[in-house]
């Protein structure tokens, strides 16, 4: 399995690439993609899936980019409708090599808001990261104010189950991969959480 972290600074953005068996997947590209070309030619991979976890508001997402120069498909979360891309539901999940991504419905930051959770099959059948944009940070969670204050309290109640019935779950040693800032583990979260 290839993990690849990519941290665009001044805005604290986290992507990720990754990738098994000559198939790789971006996720929540930034605008300038031609570092996910270069690592995948490097690897040996073709970028066939790019995910948007969710509606970015402070970037500018680099998926119709991307996807014009390696032909991959787009997937965001099905609770908004997008102009682009094809949306994927709780239980979808895609395949690249060894490597299996289920989709989550995590909303509360956003309604679209989406969690991939890796598996690498040729290690075990156990969760192994969960790729979970803003909706959990290390030491924080996201914001729930996009809405208005009229909706606040409902985002935050849907991020708090998202959270509380989805990500923790899923095991205390799973690698929560967010979208901003550092990572950490399911457990660093159950036993200091922020809310």
Not at 166 to 187: N, R, T
Request: proline share 5%.
């Amino acid at each position: 399995m290839l993990f690849e972290r990519i941290v665009s600074e001044g805005i604290s953005h986290i992507s990720y690439l990754i990738g098994s068996r000559g198939q790789a997947a971006v996720i929540d590209p930034r605008r300038d993609c031609e570092i996910y070309l270069e690592i995948a030619q490097k690897n040996g991979l073709v970028i066939t899936h790019i995910f948007e976890t969710h509606r970015n508001e402070d970037y500018v997402i680099g998926s119709k980019e991307l996807a014009s120069h390696c032909g991959a498909e787009i997937y965001h979360g099905a609770a908004m409708p997008f102009s682009y891309g094809k949306p994927a539901r709780e239980g979808d999940t895609f395949f690249l090599g060894s490597l299996e991504l289920s989709l989550l419905e995590t909303p509360g930051h956003t309604e679209e808001s989406i969690s991939l959770v890796l598996k690498d099959t040729e290690v075990s059948p156990h969760p192994y990261m969960v790729f979970c944009g803003d909706t959990l940070f290390s030491g924080d969670i996201a914001r729930t104010d996009f809405y208005g204050v009229d909706r606040k309290a409902e985002m935050a109640a849907r991020i708090y189950q998202s959270i509380t019935e989805k990500i923790l779950p899923l095991g205390d040693g799973v690698i929560v991969c967010p979208a901003h800032g550092a990572g950490s583990v399911c457990g660093g979260e159950i036993a200091d959480p922020p809310f």
